[in-house]
């Protein structure tokens, strides 16, 4: 096994690494680190999941697998890029592609009928959403901005968008009925095995068994109410429509894989419910289903012409829909993907609470979010702006996260255990010794969900914010709230271990609302707090601060403390991606910007030192620390238009800098006369290299594909200086 893995995954950061990884197994050589990699791509897992249709020569290890056992050990060392977290369109895709490329895999079974049908939907459910992160995270985060990243947003700030106190843009959830209202928690006493149990008027089905936890295992389950889901949708239509603003739907339907998809089809079809009163029953004949979006559906009934004028006498009823694409007249509803909450609502608020709407121009939305658990993060965040005016990222300070994400932790672990319930009746979780844990009366078609978080991985975060605390010297608070049933069990493990440790002055508990206003006073005034957070609320967090005090999440430094001895080290979200990728295609220009793996690097190197007692490896950390920092100082991260430098400039950058640092430092005589014909080599270089990388932009280029592009095609297109090539090899 190599010292380091770098991951190799979709769009974006993979082409990015055509270009990057070449320079950093390079320059690790030098120190003996060897940088191998594996393959979490959509396009790898699909191939692995399938030897038996692939031939010998197609065939692909399972890569996700082994990072999985591997991230349980002390040798553990990788480097994770933001990989696809698909959706049914993109699965669907990806299938559709690596079919063309000669690959014979199953199609996807829309309404799989025969046995042998839903076997290979169950091989591809596998796939969809958030099938990475669970079995690579097995540690909590510590994410915060690099203290480079930090000082360089400081003073070249970002625009940010006015707020006024008379917008109408406001955060809509659910009063009642949701899974916030409805979850009930316990923590186990003793280690159980546990079977979920249906039991109808028409008998007893049992919808899940044999799942253990061991003692100490806080179990929460929950559900959404379908009736009081579809009355909140209604409703909410109504009041956008009265009100003149967009109407947005703000979910998360990648990592919560099974019911997000579900509630997204719900909003699809009550948006269009003239349309399935009407002609539901064509529509079905047509394969429409409406948790695949008002995208799909429209290419299925593009050829019906009373279908259309119906879509189109409703939609002219309708408020207007916050807009994807306004030009292309893709709308919120379109693709379940394509709205990711985390993303999405931080980013409207960014922009002075204004979203796209269907005629290209900006207006206030109504920001629809089902679930209560989370949106009072964004509710009082909107709040707070109305009243005090856009966040000023010159003068900010910044808000770290701790999370708890090991091992599956709570709602994105709970993809086994949640189902669309298919007749009304009562739900149990039952353990093995006959003890009903959670009991739930459920009708048909509701939503019911159970999650856990162990033991293990809770105590493991709260000593992890304990360590963060210590080292920044700052305000430090639990978002946690006493009043729900799964935060009660947290709190119950948290105050102990700060009491024991003597720290419990050191740290606030608050619920999310509360916690939210206090972290924006916090960094308003230029001070800095840590939020601790749950698995979602980690999520959420560090793309909502990030983006408005950095503009992007992706330059955040994410390190994963993995609980064996292990290092994870995380490169920033890859939500931009997608448009990154249809511009190179377009233009031969890729404006992503790899600051995420620069910093991800320095981390990787500097925890392999000290694993291994590695000195050269440290010096190499602390030389890619100079470096980062002279790609801000000068400028050089990609710009976002065609004929100006992109993402293999500033890597071009980034290996000089790295170079000069190494044959300027003194730690280590070897590695300084090894890097200083390098350094020379690509000084006296740099008119013929930047030269050789301006002149191939502008053209459209051939990826020979999307999910799986040619190998050969994407070096030539990422790697178009032969004079860097031949110094780099």
Aim: overall charge negative; proline content about 4%.
């Amino acid at each position: 096994m190599s010292d380091i893995i770098y991951t190799k995954v979709d769009e974006a950061p993979e082409l990015a690494s055509a270009s990057f990884l070449p320079i950093i197994q390079k320059f690790a050589l030098a120190a003996g680190v060897s940088v191998g990699t594996k393959d979490i791509s959509l396009a790898g897992r699909i191939l692995a999941t399938f030897p038996e249709n692939l031939s010998a020569a197609q065939r692909q290890s399972d890569d996700l697998a082994e990072l999985g056992q591997l991230v349980k050990t002390a040798d553990a060392n990788v480097i994770k890029l933001p990989n696809i977290s698909a959706s049914v369109p993109q699965l669907v895709a990806a299938i559709t592609e690596l079919q063309s490329q000669g690959f014979a895999l199953p199609d996807y079974p829309e309404t799989p009928q025969s046995d042998a049908d839903k076997a290979v939907r169950a091989k591809y459910d596998g796939l969809k959403g958030s099938a990475v992160n669970p079995v690579l995270r097995e540690g909590n985060s510590d994410r915060r901005a690099a203290k480079a990243v930090k000082r360089y947003a400081q003073q070249n700030p970002h625009r940010m968008g006015d707020w006024t106190a008379d917008s109408k843009t406001h955060v809509s959830a659910m009063s009642g009925g949701d899974f916030f209202s409805n979850e009930t928690s316990a923590t186990l006493t003793k280690d159980a095995t546990v079977k979920i149990v249906l039991t109808t008027a028409t008998g007893e089905t049992v919808l899940k068994e044999g799942i253990t936890y061991p003692a100490g295992t806080v179990v929460d389950a929950t559900f959404m109410s379908v009736a009081a889901l579809k009355l909140f949708l209604a409703t909410e239509i109504e009041k956008t429509k009265a009100d003149g603003t967009l109407f947005s739907l703000h979910m998360k339907a990648t990592m919560m894989k099974v019911s997000d998809p579900i509630i997204f089809g719900h909003a699809v079809a009550v948006f269009l419910a003239p349309v399935f009163e009407s002609h539901g029953d064509a529509m079905a004949a047509l394969g429409v289903n409406p948790n695949s979006g008002l995208g799909d559906l429209l290419a299925r009934v593009k050829d019906d012409a009373a279908i259309l004028a119906a879509i189109d006498s409703c939609m002219a009823s309708r408020p207007p829909m916050y807009m994807v694409d306004s030009d292309k007249g893709i709308t919120n509803l379109h693709v379940s993907s394509d709205v990711i909450i985390d993303a999405s609502m931080p980013a409207l608020i960014r922009a002075g609470g204004k979203g796209w709407g269907p005629d290209g121009k900006e207006g206030d939305s109504n920001c629809v979010i089902p679930d209560n658990s989370y949106a009072p993060v964004y509710d009082e965040t909107i709040k707070f702006f109305k009243e005090n005016g856009k966040l000023n990222p010159a003068t900010a300070g910044t808000v770290q996260n701790v999370g708890l994400m090991a091992q599956k932790a709570e709602e994105y672990g709970s993809h086994p255990t949640t189902f669309e319930i298919a007749e009304g009746g009562t739900v149990q979780m039952i353990l093995d010794d006959g003890t009903v844990l959670h009991e739930h009366i459920v009708e048909a078609g509701d939503i019911w969900r159970s999650a856990s978080a162990r033991k293990a991985p809770i105590e493991d975060w709260v000593n992890l914010a304990i360590d963060r605390q210590k080292a920044e010297g700052c305000r430090a608070i639990f978002w946690l709230d006493a009043s729900r049933a799964h935060d009660a069990e947290l709190i119950a493990y948290v105050k102990p271990i700060l009491a024991a440790k003597g720290v419990a002055d050191k740290f606030d508990i608050m619920a999310p609302r509360e916690a939210t206003r206090v972290s924006f006073e916090t960094i308003t005034k230029g001070e800095d707090t840590i939020a601790i957070t749950g698995n979602v609320l980690r999520d959420y967090l560090t793309d909502l601060f990030p983006i408005l005090e950095l503009a992007t999440s992706a330059k955040m430094l994410s390190i994963v403390k993995l609980m064996n001895g292990g290092g994870l080290f995380e490169t920033g979200a890859g939500g931009s991606a997608p448009k990154h990728v249809q511009q190179l295609v377009d233009e031969n220009h890729l404006r992503w910007d790899s600051l995420g793996e620069f910093c991800a690097l320095g981390e990787s190197l500097t925890f392999l030192a000290d694993a291994k007692g590695n000195e050269k490896a440290r010096v190499l950390g602390q030389a890619v620390d100079v470096a980062t920092q002279g790609i801000l100082d000068h400028g050089h991260s990609p710009s976002r238009k065609v004929g100006e430098p992109d993402n293999r400039n500033s890597h071009y950058w980034f290996a000089r800098y790295w170079a000069d640092a190494l044959a300027a430092q003194t730690s280590d005589a070897a590695l300084a006369k090894h890097f200083a014909p390098i350094a020379q080599a690509l000084a006296d270089s740099e008119a013929v290299i930047l030269s050789e990388l301006a002149s191939v932009q502008g053209p459209a280029v051939d990826l020979g594909g999307y999910y799986r592009t040619d190998a050969a095609r994407t070096e030539a297109v990422m790697r178009p200086s032969n004079t860097l090539n031949g110094i780099i090899g």
